[in-house]
């Protein structure tokens, strides 16, 4: 039986680096805190609990969601929760928000899937793997609210990818 497509799945290219970014503030803002309060002779054991729970919480909110998909599924990551979305049986497609939007996937199983569409513009294969799913629950008659926003995504998303051909080319 031969598989078609990649055999592993496609993830945010740029996740590592933001992680990275994520761990980086965090352990200076760690490390300034203790090193302050050291400094200031008020340094104690429970106040420097305080410092790492404080850190561990900005971790928790820097760092980025891991956004990985296949053929049919896409998965959303957090620091606590893990969610997925068949691509090929959803039902809706919204998006929220104008200055920080995000779009929300609903699947005919019911499961509920938030991301962020900078990740999509900035992985075209994650955007491929969601473009091909949606069209297969358009096929099949599930996704009835949200073709028009992919739609207008797809072209956004194909305009920056060739302007960035173009631009890499010495064409623009």
Known sequence: ??????????????WRGSARFAVGC?????????????????????RALLWAALSATAFAVLLPRRVTAGRGWLTVRGPLRRHTVHTDALTAVRQYGDISSRLVLRDTLGHRVEIDPRVLLANPLLWHELDRGARRSTERGTLREGAEMLERLGREIDDSTARAVLRASGLS
Do not use: E, K, S, Y
Not at 28 to 42: E, K, N, P, R, S
């Open 26 to 46: 965090t352990l200076t803002f760690l490390g300034m805190t203790l090193l302050v309060d050291w400094d200031a002779g008020t340094l104690t054991p429970p």
């Open 1 to 14: 039986m031969r598989r078609r497509g990649p055999l592993n799945p496609t993830g945010d290219r740029h």
